[in-house]
């Protein structure tokens, strides 16, 4: 088959595409031969030029861009559907990370504190001097000090008895 | 600079499917602009397309799992909006483009900042024509027609892509596009000189 017949069945096949449903053998024929002959896709582009530049006047050209509402609602409908995160959900998540992370620092000292000191080691409170009047009969005037409250309780007792 | 894109999309898609849903997020702020204005196109009307923008990629999301690494990414996606945007043409009438056609075919407005900006009489009458006559034929096109012929004109897809996209022979989209820029073509201006090649006497005579 010549290029030339090639040229017009191609175009009687494309001009019948537009009134009935083209086979399989045809359809392909249209593809293949398109692609490797120029003049066929000559033809096939002949309204081309002119449409492309009727198409660069056309405002639809560039779609005027989705606004920023737009988008959020757009958004929210992702995240309805679970294809986006939830960005509350997120900061709930982030939140129990602050306690976590003061707790471990928390035993972290304690454990560093008794390595260092020991478990033996207690603190000593510093010394203590109370002084307390005893209610005492009358004529047994009494003074009482004594150092500390828990251990080694020192105690005087000054009486006039 | 293609392949880098899809590179990256595949890396976004992995990253989906690991269990990183910043994988998905990435995805579609990188694509969405696009399949918005693809819709916009296909459906006429731009409140049918942020609708159907937000559903494509709700199926987007329910698929990856099934997009084949070796393909692109971005022609898995255009083909879900392509379908989705045939079936919402399909289920319902849509409404004929209002408020996105009327502040688009304006002359004297900037679509994307509003400013005015005033041509000359001449050129301006042509274009306000010329813009008209492009969305009477678009709109006129049969809906199989309107979508090879947005996808090759306006995405700038090639016939084989356009084929990936909508899962149909190459010699179809060869057809489907040789009508469509023939209806466009002959609703233009008669004295719209485009320079371009003359129809063939066979094509003249008809």
């Known amino acids: 088959m010549n290029e030339l017949s090639d040229l017009q069945r191609f175009q009687e096949l494309v001009e019948a595409s537009a009134h009935r449903d083209l086979t399989e053998v045809e359809t392909a024929f249209i593809g293949r031969i398109g692609f490797r002959s120029a003049e066929c896709r000559q033809w096939l582009e002949t309204d081309a030029e002119a449409v492309a530049k009727a198409i660069e006047a056309d405002p639809l050209r560039q779609i005027p861009a989705a606004t920023p509402l737009d988008w959020a609602r757009v958004d929210a409908g992702l995240r309805k559907a679970g294809a986006l995160p939830d960005p509350k959900s997120q900061s709930r998540t982030a939140w129990p990370l602050l306690p976590a992370v003061a707790a471990l620092v928390l035993c972290i000292g304690v454990v560093l504190a008794i390595l260092r000191d020991g478990l033996s080691t207690t603190t000593r409170s510093a010394p203590q001097v109370i002084a307390e009047v005893l209610d005492l009969p009358d004529g047994d005037g009494s003074l009482i000090l004594h150092e500390g409250a828990e251990e080694g309780v020192l105690m005087i007792i000054l009486s006039n008895g | ?206």
């Open chain 2, 1 to 206: 600079m293609d392949v880098e894109k899809d590179d990256e999309d595949r890396r976004l898609v992995h990253r989906h499917l690991s269990g990183d849903p910043s994988g998905f997020e990435q995805l579609y702020r990188r694509h969405r602009e696009r399949i918005f204005a693809v819709l916009v196109r296909m459906l006429r009307n731009r409140d049918d397309a942020l609708e159907a923008t937000q559903e494509v990629f709700i199926r987007i999301h329910r698929g990856l799992d099934s997009f084949d690494a070796s393909g692109r990414f971005l022609t898995w996606a255009f083909r879900i909006a392509t379908n989705h945007a045939i079936d919402r043409i399909r289920r319902r009438k849509v409404r004929k483009e209002t408020a996105i056609v009327e502040e688009a075919v304006a002359p004297s407005s900037d679509l994307r900042t509003g400013r005015s900006h005033s041509p000359e009489g001449s050129h301006r009458l042509e274009r306000e024509e010329v813009a008209a006559a492009i969305h009477q034929a678009v709109d006129g096109l049969a809906e199989t027609h309107r979508i090879v012929f947005t996808l090759h004109c306006y995405e700038k897809l090639s016939y084989g892509e356009i084929a990936a996209v909508l899962g149909i022979p190459i010699g179809t989209v060869m057809s489907r596009l040789y009508h469509a820029r023939r209806k466009v073509r002959d609703t233009l201006p008669r004295d719209w000189d485009p320079g371009g090649p003359r129809r063939t006497k066979k094509r003249a005579e008809e």
